[in-house]
């Protein structure tokens, strides 16, 4: 089990690149303020939701390398 597809890794690779993309579109919908009553560019916004997005991947990131670390050695 701990040598995975190359289907798997490319499906994971496409899930995080998916969620990265979401996840600038995001910021730049809360950088422009569209939303009514919030009119006017603001970065902050912005960078308040791609460093959640950011949190989130590099979060799951490191759970995914702690596994595949923990599932090699289990094989040896």
Do not use: H, P, Q
């Not at 289907?7 to 939303?35: C, D, E, F, H, Q």
């Not at 308040?48 to 759970?63: E, T």
């Amino acid at each position: 089990m701990a040598s995975e597809s190359k289907n798997t890794v490319y499906l994971m690779a496409g899930v995080i690149a998916a969620l990265a993309l979401w996840g600038i579109y995001l910021a730049i919908g809360s950088y422009l303020g569209l939303a009514e009553g919030t009119r006017g560019y603001d970065i902050r916004r912005g960078l308040i939701v791609f460093a959640c997005m950011a949190g989130f991947l590099l979060f799951w990131g490191v759970l995914l390398w702690n596994r595949r670390r923990r599932l090699g050695s289990d094989d040896e």
